[in-house]
């Protein structure tokens, strides 16, 4: 039931408890967004080296090299470095064409059907394939290694977490892309990651080793995918529910890159990560003991009356532009952002250009539940 609509629950703990314990799974929890904000950037008190979701940590065992979201500076700088190259906004704006063609043939079959549904249809289609083209997966195998990536954090009530339970997926599906790419390079991730050199934690200039390579593109396929494919289910609930917003947007484009901010703010598709306590610390009047798990709730961050005035709770895609956590923050701050971003800016266009009003089916939209990511599955609409 929290998850279904965590925020009454979130502004409770904003005021009654800004740290939280508890005592059922043994974790913390922060919700004010100073108190988020500063906890997220203070990696040498909250590390990310035993993951960042609490099943993992407590799960406590060894994380492959090159997962950088579970991964501390300085060995994190290192291997972000590496990608980070390939996320150049340059590269990303090059990007727009392809993205856009990527939307034209999701909507344009819908057109004068009457039915749009913004996740099936739409949010689980255009980032696999953006992602895919980036790495250089081929189109026949893209939906499957989609479901791959992000079938491990799935979760049912009650049930533990796959990876918890197995450990992390080592990304031997893409074992044969590899091995293909040695003889037919390509301008793609995965060429461009075979041949990099670098300089490691050591000391020790050299090339990724075929495991670490694994694990990057599965980082990277799993990041691509699941986060954009949630914003955009989010959009088509969030904008039906507020139509004199989404008329301002048919109005004016130009406000679509706003619209996709606040969006990001109001329902993050990240809503929380975890880190591991490595000292002492006192929050609140209290003390949170080494060794504990601290929940950085972002999603209560992203509403706190105290950095988002006067009403976090409000959706405005007019709001006085404030730095949010939706894409987190210090070294952890979303390599993907500028990917994102531009993804959700087209596809609101090329939406609101067709399909100007629509009414979200809620009665028949499936949620989607995972210990990362908060979104939908199918988010189906009825389009005039």
Request: overall charge negative; some cysteine.
């Amino acid at each position: 039931d929290i998850n279904a609509d965590p925020y009454p629950t979130f502004a409770r703990l904003r005021e009654e408890a800004p740290l939280y314990y508890n005592s059922q799974h043994d974790f913390y929890a922060v919700s004010r967004y100073e108190d988020v904000n500063r906890g997220i950037v203070d990696h040498g008190t909250f590390s990310s080296a035993k993951g960042a979701i609490v099943e993992l940590i407590r799960a406590d065992f060894p994380i492959p090299s090159g997962v950088l979201i579970f991964e501390d500076p300085p060995v994190h700088d290192i291997h972000r470095k590496l990608l980070a190259r390939m996320f150049t906004p340059r590269k990303i704006a090059l990007l727009e064409e392809k993205i856009r063609q990527y939307c034209v043939e999701s909507l344009d079959p819908v057109v004068g059907t009457g039915k749009f549904d913004f996740v099936t249809d739409l949010g689980a289609l255009m980032p696999m394939k953006t992602i895919s083209a980036l790495i250089g997966i081929p189109e026949q195998d893209q939906q499957a290694v989609r479901d791959h990536v992000t079938d491990q954090m799935k979760t049912e009530a009650g049930k533990p977490m796959k990876a918890a339970e197995e450990g992390l997926v080592s990304g031997d599906i893409f074992a044969d892309y590899i091995d293909w790419r040695v003889d037919h390079p390509s301008d793609d991730i995965m060429t461009e990651l075979m041949n990099v050199e670098f300089v490691d934690e050591t000391g020790t200039t050299r090339k990724l080793t075929r495991d670490e390579l694994l694990v990057y593109l599965n980082v990277v396929a799993g990041a691509g995918n699941d986060t954009t494919t949630r914003l955009i289910g989010w959009a088509g609930k969030v904008l039906a529910q507020h139509p004199e917003q989404r008329r301002q947007l048919v109005e004016d484009p130009t406000l679509i890159p706003k619209a996709v901010e606040e969006l990001v703010r109001f329902e993050p598709p990240a809503p929380h990560v975890a880190r591991y306590v490595t000292r002492e610390v006192e929050l609140h009047g209290q003390t949170v003991p080494e060794g504990s798990v601290m929940m950085m709730l972002i999603g209560a961050a992203n509403r706190d009356r105290r950095q988002f005035e006067p009403d976090g709770d409000v959706f405005d895609i007019n709001r006085e532009q404030r730095a949010h956590l939706g894409f987190s923050v210090g070294a952890h701050y979303c390599l993907g952002s500028s990917l994102a971003r531009l993804e959700g800016r087209v596809a609101l266009e090329e939406v609101l250009k067709r399909f100007p009003t629509w009414e979200v089916d809620l009665p028949n939209a499936v949620f989607s539940t995972t210990s990362t990511i908060r979104g939908w599955d199918s988010m189906p609409a009825s389009i005039p």
